[in-house]
């Protein structure tokens, strides 16, 4: 019998002390009104709802008078750590811009066509498109450059952005939040101030929307602080992807699903086109895959040789890569609240993700104009009570993102039962509007999941078509300094078989394994929270550490 392994039993705890502080705001904190830590589309679209209604009330006469919004990133500059396939929805920017067309939105084109195969190792087959993947009237964009487009709107708006600005905790006065602080920045590697040190600020906000992304540690030690569960733990999945410059345009958007994944790992790849030259590719594979040689990198690299994709890459160049995890538990893993006192979570942080109908981006921004609503509610009323954000809940009950998630609520646990049985599943879930089979799959976190222990099989990368982790964290632009203290919080006595595992499963190189010990790189971290799913826990370090995505 194979040897297996379970790696939440070596995973360290959430830093719980570092994440919530019940500490007063310091003597120079910066008053806020209301704070949204993270620059992507919910909390940039909650801050621009915010503003304006802000503007509206002092124009119609009324008395809330001046309210002070900031946002909060931490990559260096807006969109440096924003990644998506992307393929979007527009209805979120309708709502947030009724006065613009669709052609003034940021958006690199509409969808022309798309496919839909099934990959074997050297062949493929193409099927019917499944109805909640059909992309008609959508349209393929960059995130990054979404984030910076909307970052302009806000700036427009008055809204305060600060970029370089990573929360490192929350700030708790007893059942409330109060406001945040952010991490240090110029430590040495041993922790110490060294010669750019700038210490820690704290920011005291009536209202904090956590809209940090996916895997969010804010949001998780909130949950935990609160008491906040939720009726399935959340799942996720890893996504590596590259943007190319081809020879010839990309004429469909495609999907795939099948080789180079095991039959027993959800997922799939995409290719996008994204103008005249430019192209997306890339994978996407679940966090409970039951083998240590899991990678989604070399698994990438191995599909771009197949058949169907190695006409459009070859003779073409890498212009940059990225990685980013993916909430994949639906309806079942939102939390029990999306609010309490003083705090509101949006968008990947709170789970907002359709994963049969690969749809986030419009779920975030329609949870960050619901929350701007709400907080405006308890700004006029002077509200700052327990119940103060409810009507957050309430609108996000009541929405057409709670109603898409309600009806796909199993689709994506069926393929717990594997790829066939899951993919029989998913259409009857379909037909039914997911009335079949009703009620709720359970599951288990990811990191409960057991792996059998498998040696990674051997890739050597030619470093035309195909690269090494390496390669991609440079494609990635990271700019974290060599020095940096670590961020990531490692278990105690993590055995060998699990060190491989890490060093697999981190699509930047993270991790290695030298001997029968584990080595950690932190620099090469491209913060895609992949090992804090299932192992080291990602933490806040300095601003402008990790990547510097443009067109991802």
Known sequence: MAATIVPARFQADLPMDRLVRAEPLSDEAVPMDVVFVGAGPAGLSGAIELARLVRQDAEAGGTLGEVSIAVLEKAEALGQHNLSGA????????????????????????VPAEKVYVLTKGGSWR???????????????????????LGEKAEALGVNLFTGFP????????????????????????????????????????????????????????QRWAGVASPNPQIYALGVK????????????????????????FGGSFLYPMGE???????VASLDAPRSSYDVHRWLQQMKLHPLFRPVLEGGECLEWGAKTIPEGGFHALPARLSGRGVLLLGDAAGFVDVAGLKGIHHA??????????VFRALKAKDEGPDALASYDETMAASETLAVMRKRRNMRLAFKSGFFFGGMKASLMTLTQGAFPGGKIDCEPDAEAEREVEAAPAFAPDGKLTFSKVDGVFRSGNKTRDDVPTHLVVGKDVP????????????????????????????????????DVVGPRWTPREGGSGPRYQRM
């Open 87 to 110: 393929c979007v929805n527009p209805a979120g920017f309708r709502e947030l811009f009724p006065d613009l067309q669709d052609d003034a939105f940021p958006f690199r084109g509409p």
């Open 127 to 149: 099927i019917p498109t499944p109805p909640p993947m059909k992309n008609h009237g959508n349209f393929v964009a960059s995130l990054s450059e979404v984030a910076r487009w």
């Open 167 to 222: 929360v490192e905790s929350l700030l708790v006065e007893g059942e409330r939040v109060v406001g945040v602080r952010t991490a240090p920045t110029g430590l040495k590697r041993d922790g110490t101030p060294g010669s750019g040190f700038q210490p820690a600020n704290d920011i005291g906000a009536r209202f904090v929307a956590i809209s940090d992304g996916t895997r969010s540690s804010l949001a998780q030690a909130w």
């Open 242 to 265: 590259e943007l190319w410059r081809v020879k010839r345009p990309v004429e469909a958007v495609v999907h795939t699903m099948g080789w180079p994944l095991p039959r027993d790992v």
């Open 277 to 283: 030259d430019l192209a997306a590719v890339g994978l």
């Open 365 to 374: 921004m329609r949870s960050g104009i619901a929350a701007a609503r709400a």
């Open 496 to 531: 060998a078989d699990l060190a491989d595992l890490y060093a697999n499963l981190c699509p930047a190189g993270v991790y290695e394994r030298k001997g029968d010990a584990l080595v950690v790189n932190p620099p090469n971290c491209v913060d895609c929270k992949a090992t």
